[in-house]
């Protein structure tokens, strides 16, 4: 195998050696130099631009970069000190604007400079890590005239002396602050900031300090947002004009600090136009500029938050807790939808549906309502008036709306079963006595009720609207069956009502007259014949009765009355005068209902179907009654009413009271059931607070109650304590 011989390369130096002319850079740079001179002093259109950038090329061909560029240092610096002296010299108003020519004109130059010395700025200047060319006279720009000594406060004090002018109402001119500012920020974000942009901000910050402290001691709440908000707009426009996009910032900060976050106490609690006042008064436009105002700061929101949640559930509170005030329940909670509207609006217009507002509203609603322990029974008669004559010929959207704000109210309520008691109670006596304005209404409102609480809510009520249904259906079945035998009987209208439907009514003995009594028992017959293993129980005391009567002098009406007055009454068709004890024998009816017929058939003026001795306002057991011959009226039909109050009486509501009490045992109980039979063990603490959370859709559950049903229900088995840890319970199968 044969090897080669590895052959050695060799490269040598040029023989021929180019000498330079040792006077070449010194030469090349005066021809440079001289266009430089002649471009600052605006002779440049004699130049030939590629000969000195030809001239420029081969100095750093040739290794004079250096001298090229500390040349063009010497020489801008030299022009720069001669510009420095004629801007000092300038007075005035004269100041800004000479500094403003020769910057343009500096700029001009320096663009043709770095056009002739392109080759260095791309070469040279990246190999030595040298400041470019531009660059470079910006910095020497800054150096020599920014920054020397009889220019740099000279200028922020002008600056700063125009910026005061214009706040003061003096108009400036914009186009030359721009320009300079412009130049500032154009040296570098450094520059604008230290030199002009820092002490700028100081300057606002004691302007605006002393302004709004005079504000403040001159002006009413409404007056000084109007000033604050004029200031801030004025600011942000000082920005777009003529001022860095990123001082917006830094200076809206400052005006918000010392215009708004340094008094916004002062502000919300100034007396005679604080928030408070403009709230009362309705004051959008001002409420609108304190929303703005004060979202800018921090805690502002907050501010206004508390003091409106604050004013809200005072006022509130005096409302529920005014006796003046709770007399009337319709007009109660009217007040309430009111004052609801009230805020509503305002936190519409003014806060921007602002949600935190919105729910602190709502919070201080539900604190409120819930003070006043009548306050589910007052919305439920406030439904009964709206839906027995209050929405007579209201359009349905606005049926709806009145609805909605029922509902409304309604969540804002702790007890809701007690509501449930109460509307049961006069939706019963609404459908009864056939008053309802519409039964649409009805039904929508007990939609609303059921999407709220769901069908365990409604079911009951639903059932007495069956029942209305089927009653109708049954007296039809009656008279064609039985029309033979009944005859010239009174003409009966009964409706059947299922006993867990409806709301559970003591059971009143009444002596029915004769007449009444024979139609009463045929269709007594009647229903059990047709529906096998029930039990009929009438009702007398949830009845009412068309009588016609005859007075003196030809007079005939139709009186419209209740079972217990139609029963007084027919015992004057065979007596002259009675006496209450006679009355009382003879009817059987119960003492108080006795006495509040008596009472409206007797002592109400234009009503006075009987008349009393002695005359007076209440009933008395020695009375004595007789018909009213003289009665007369306009109207043929005539309704009396029974004189009864509005507002359930203690005893009543002491009775409603343990009715709800009782009724929400099961209910306790069945939600701790449910519990245990998931968790299996827990302790007491969490048993209760489960419950609560179960049940706080329809009440807030005492926790005495629980701990009594938790005993109730180790009593009979469901649950066991823990041998060791008697507050941990154990569910038994």
Known sequence: MNTQKRRSFQIEAFKHRVVV??????????????????????????????????????????????KLYSGLVSTMTLHLKDISQSIEIAQGGLFLEEMNIKWAEHNKALQMIRDILMYMDRTFIPSTHKTPVHELGLNLWRDNIIHSGKIQTRLLNTLLELVQRERTGEVINRGLMRNIVKMLMDLGSAVYQEDFEKPFLE??????????????????????????????????ERVSHYLDTKSEVKITNVVEKEMIANHMQRLVHMENSGLVNMLVDDKYEDLGRMYNLFRRVPDGLSTIRDVMTSHIRENGKQLVTDPEKLRDPVDFVQRLLDEKDKNDKIISLAFNNDKTFQNALNSSFEYFINLNPRSPEFISLFVDDKLRKGLKGVSEEDVELVLDKVMMLFRYLQEKDVFEKYYKQHLAKRLLSGKTVSDDAERSLIVKLKTECGYQFTSKLEGMFTDMKTSQDTMQGFYANQAAEVGDSPALAVQVLTTGSWPTQPTNTCNLPAEILGVCEKFRMYYLGTHTGRRLTWQTNMGTADIKANFGNGQKHELNVSTYQMCILMLFNNADRLSYREIEQATEIQASDLKRCLQS????????????????????????????EKFSSKFYKVKIGTVVAQKESEPEKLETRQRVEEDRKPQIEAAIVRIMKSRRVLDHNNIVAEVTKQLQSRFLPNPVIIKKRIESLIEREFLERDKVDRKLYRYLL
Not at 208 to 231: H, M, N, P, T
Request: charged letters at 30%.
């Open 601 to 628: 058939l007797a002592c109400v003026k234009g009503k006075n179907i009987l008349r009393k001795e002695p005359m007076s306002k209440d009933i008395g057991e020695d009375d004595t009654f007789f018909f009213n």
């Open 203 to 236: 300057v606002s910050a004691n302007f605006y300090s002393v302004e709004s402290q005079q504000f403040i001691e001159c002006c009413d709440c409404g007056d000084y947002l109007k000033k604050a908000e004029r200031r801030l707009n004025e600011e942000m």
């Open 21 to 66: 002319d040792p006077k070449y850079a010194e030469k090349t740079w005066k021809v440079l130099e001289h266009a430089i001179r002649e471009i600052y002093n605006h002779n440049a259109s004699g130049l030939s631009f590629e000969e000195l950038y030809r001239n420029a090329y081969n100095m750093v061909l040739h290794k004079f970069g250096d």
